[in-house]
């Protein structure tokens, strides 16, 4: 290799936590222009490995090895050198736009703070500089540059945050950008403007980048070298064609696997387990297909009709509604017993306000949902109250949604205190240890509490509370859209399992179109409220009948032959 060209160089790379080695000698090269991606699983030390080269870890962090950045030894440096060298050498865009963007702080503020915290004393009260940020965010394509400027990060989408993010990463012209799962739960027509947006600023000004992510299809869209870590280790290093394409570790085997597939549709999806039980060798199911779909002949579930959702976003002084916002619009459809109905969108078009409008968690203004004949909207809070058990909601985000406070056993427990207080606690115990089993969470973990398990623990977690009380429907909502893609085949794997056992029938809430399609027994398409398109998930996928869809589909992350 070049010498010349290789800007980073890190050998031997070790982190510690009170003992305990997170990372573990890991050695890799990144040369000038050029993308490394470093893929793993959650824990596998992709961020931690990262947050070293810029000194980000907390103090107790104990490193060792060697990073050099051309001469510049960094692990060596103390606070002062690492500041001179964050956002100027090598700048980082964080994984939770939201979380890492100061919430009281206008976006333009943000992006100079950074810009004046490497000029000297004389240029920071330039009059240029916030014409140097607009033209910034416009770089980034974001729209209406003035105005979010101005803007306060909860006052723009998801997307515009991540961009802001890259524009306060690139404000300093860096060497070598970081971007640590900059795409994760974010649409995938968004995450592919954001990959599109990353590539063409790196040829537009020369820049390197790791790009850090769980997901071996969306590390495709950008590397040119990958990097793959398990448990703090590297496991497999090389140009991304040979990575994707001829994959020499059972680990990497397994993680390209287990992504929903777009072509056929297996029983069960691989999982990265079975791959390092077996050598890389897929362990083989006697099953083949999806588990029957609902009868045509089925009676309806759930009936909709004409359904409306409509939000007031400004009052008179006098309460009357001045300006009004249409969630739902619309949209009416059939859900048959049995059946798994996909349901599919961009952030902003109304999925998840339908489904908690079907459970009646909120308010709709017109039409009507009906529960086998029975409209929900004539029932009374105590009539209602009673149906609960027959319909539970499984939440995107297993963490919040759990009460930190209560071990998962209790938290499991919970809807049986609630809906069934004559159950004696003994008789609670085993239905919570028993359906614990069923959804492959050890027993013996009913004392813990949530931030001792991994996401996928906890949507087990969640997935088992949404059972306990043997539901007749159950809305999934983005319930898979933030984990591994190695967890996600897990959980998929097992609603399929629950569904052939039990005949549950879903909502299956999600943004992205392949989960969609490997799950589902028909799928529909929503945009801005509406149901623009529904059909069995092959002909959606062969045969798009909108351009909405269509976009959706051709945003999917492929690994190209």
Same mark, same amino acid.
């Given at each position: 290799?070049?010498?010349?060209?290789v800007?980073?160089e890190?050998?031997?790379?070790?982190?510690s936590?009170?003992?305990r080695?997170?990372?573990?000698?890991?050695?890799y090269?990144?040369?000038?222009g050029?993308t490394?991606g470093?893929v793993?699983?959650?824990?596998?030390?992709?961020?931690?490995?990262?947050l070293?080269?810029?000194?980000?870890?907390?103090?107790?962090?104990?490193?060792?090895g060697?990073?050099?950045?051309d001469d510049?030894?960094?692990?060596?440096l103390d606070e002062e050198?690492?500041?001179a060298?964050r956002?100027?050498?090598i700048?980082?865009v964080?994984?939770?736009p939201?979380?890492?963007?100061?919430?009281?702080?206008?976006?333009?503020?943000?992006?100079l703070e950074?810009m004046?915290a490497?000029?000297?004393?004389?240029?920071?009260?330039?009059?240029?500089l916030?014409?140097?940020v607009i033209?910034?965010?416009k770089?980034?394509m974001?729209?209406?540059?003035?105005?979010?400027?101005?803007s306060?990060?909860?006052?723009?989408s998801g997307g515009?945050k991540?961009?802001?993010?890259?524009?306060?990463?690139?404000?300093?012209?860096p060497?070598?950008v970081?971007?640590?799962e900059?795409?994760t739960?974010l649409?995938?027509?968004?995450q592919?403007?954001?990959?599109?947006l990353?590539?063409?600023?790196?040829?537009?000004h020369?820049?390197s980048?790791?790009?850090?992510?769980?997901?071996?299809g969306?590390?495709?869209?950008?590397?040119?070298d990958?990097m793959?870590m398990?448990? *703090?280790?590297?496991?497999?290093?090389?140009?991304?064609s040979e990575?994707? $394409?001829?994959?020499?570790?059972?680990?990497?085997?397994?993680?390209?696997?287990?992504?929903?597939?777009?072509e056929?549709?297996p029983?069960r999806?691989?999982t990265?387990?079975?791959y390092?039980?077996?050598d890389?060798?897929?362990?083989? $199911?006697?099953?083949t297909?999806q588990p029957?779909?609902a009868?045509?002949d089925?009676q309806?579930?759930?009936?909709?009709?004409?359904?409306?959702?409509?939000?007031?976003?400004?009052?008179?002084?006098f309460?009357?509604p001045l300006q009004t916002l249409? *969630?739902?619009?619309?949209?009416?459809?059939?859900i048959?017993e049995g059946?798994?109905l996909g349901?599919?969108?961009?952030?902003g078009?109304?999925?998840?306000t339908?489904?908690r409008?079907?459970?009646?968690?909120?308010?709709?203004?017109?039409?009507s949902v009906s529960?086998?004949g029975?409209?929900?909207?004539?029932?009374?809070?105590?009539?209602m109250?009673?149906?609960?058990?027959?319909?539970?909601?499984?939440?995107?985000?297993?963490?919040?949604s759990?009460n930190?406070?209560?071990?998962?056993?209790?938290?499991?427990?919970?809807?049986?205190?609630?809906?069934s207080a004559?159950?004696?606690?003994?008789?609670?115990?085993s239905?919570?240890i028993?359906?614990?089993?069923?959804? *492959?969470?050890?027993?013996d973990?009913y004392?813990r509490?949530? $931030?001792?398990l991994?996401g996928?623990?906890?949507?087990?977690?969640?997935i088992?509370?949404?059972?306990?009380?043997?539901?007749?429907?159950?809305?999934c909502?983005?319930?898979?859209?933030?984990?591994?893609?190695?967890?996600?085949a897990?959980?998929?794997n097992l609603?399929?399992?629950?569904?052939?056992r039990?005949?549950?029938?879903y909502?299956f809430?999600t943004?992205?179109?392949?989960v969609?399609?490997?799950?589902?027994d028909?799928?529909?398409?929503?945009q801005?409220g509406?149901?623009?398109?529904s059909?069995a998930p092959d002909?959606?996928f062969?045969?798009?009948?909108t351009?909405y869809?269509?976009?959706?589909?051709?945003?999917?992350?492929?690994i190209?032959?």
């Amino acid at each position: 290799m070049d010498q010349d060209n290789v800007i980073l160089e890190v050998k031997g790379l070790n982190v510690s936590f009170g003992g305990r080695r997170v990372v573990e000698d890991v050695s890799y090269t990144l040369r000038r222009g050029r993308t490394l991606g470093i893929v793993g699983e959650s824990g596998s030390g992709k961020s931690v490995s990262s947050l070293a080269l810029m000194g980000l870890l907390p103090k107790q962090a104990t490193v060792g090895g060697s990073a050099r950045l051309d001469d510049t030894e960094l692990l060596t440096l103390d606070e002062e050198g690492f500041r001179a060298i964050r956002g100027q050498r090598i700048s980082m865009v964080f994984q939770e736009p939201m979380t890492s963007l100061n919430p009281v702080q206008k976006c333009g503020a943000q992006v100079l703070e950074m810009m004046k915290a490497h000029l000297p004393k004389e240029l920071k009260d330039s009059k240029d500089l916030k014409e140097r940020v607009i033209e910034l965010f416009k770089e980034v394509m974001l729209p209406r540059p003035e105005k979010i400027f101005d803007s306060y990060p909860h006052e723009i989408s998801g997307g515009q945050k991540q961009r802001v993010m890259i524009a306060m990463a690139l404000v300093n012209n860096p060497d070598i950008v970081i971007a640590d799962e900059p795409t994760t739960a974010l649409d995938v027509t968004v995450q592919k403007t954001i990959l599109d947006l990353l590539k063409s600023l790196q040829q537009k000004h020369g820049i390197s980048i790791i790009f850090i992510s769980h997901d071996l299809g969306v590390i495709g869209q950008v590397a040119d070298d990958i990097m793959v870590m398990y448990r *703090g280790r590297v496991v497999e290093c090389g140009p991304a064609s040979e990575i994707l $394409h001829n994959p020499q570790q059972p680990y990497t085997r397994g993680l390209l696997a287990c992504r929903p597939p777009l072509e056929g549709k297996p029983y069960r999806l691989p999982t990265v387990e079975e791959y390092l039980e077996n050598d890389g060798i897929p362990s083989s $199911h006697s099953k083949t297909g999806q588990p029957s779909p609902a009868s045509q002949d089925s009676q309806p579930l759930i009936s909709v009709r004409d359904l409306d959702v409509t939000y007031t976003l400004k009052r008179s002084i006098f309460g009357r509604p001045l300006q009004t916002l249409k *969630g739902v619009d619309g949209v009416s459809f059939d859900i048959r017993e049995g059946e798994t109905l996909g349901l599919v969108g961009e952030s902003g078009c109304g999925k998840t306000t339908l489904g908690r409008a079907l459970l009646r968690l909120i308010d709709h203004s017109s039409g009507s949902v009906s529960y086998r004949g029975t409209p929900l909207d004539q029932l009374s809070a105590r009539q209602m109250r009673a149906l609960r058990p027959k319909l539970q909601i499984i939440f995107q985000d297993p963490y919040s949604s759990l009460n930190p406070r209560i071990t998962i056993g209790e938290a499991i427990a919970e809807p049986l205190s609630v809906h069934s207080a004559r159950i004696s606690r003994e008789s609670r115990f085993s239905k919570v240890i028993e359906l614990m089993q069923q959804v *492959g969470l050890d027993s013996d973990w009913y004392n813990r509490y949530p $931030h001792e398990l991994s996401g996928g623990q906890r949507q087990r977690v969640c997935i088992a509370r949404a059972l306990i009380l043997q539901p007749e429907l159950v809305v999934c909502d983005e319930s898979v859209s933030a984990l591994d893609v190695s967890v996600q085949a897990q959980v998929l794997n097992l609603l399929n399992d629950l569904k052939e056992r039990y005949r549950y029938t879903y909502l299956f809430i999600t943004h992205d179109l392949s989960v969609a399609r490997y799950l589902s027994d028909r799928i529909m398409v929503m945009q801005k409220g509406k149901v623009v398109e529904s059909g069995a998930p092959d002909d959606l996928f062969r045969r798009p009948q909108t351009d909405y869809t269509r976009t959706l589909i051709e945003a999917i992350p492929r690994i190209n032959s």
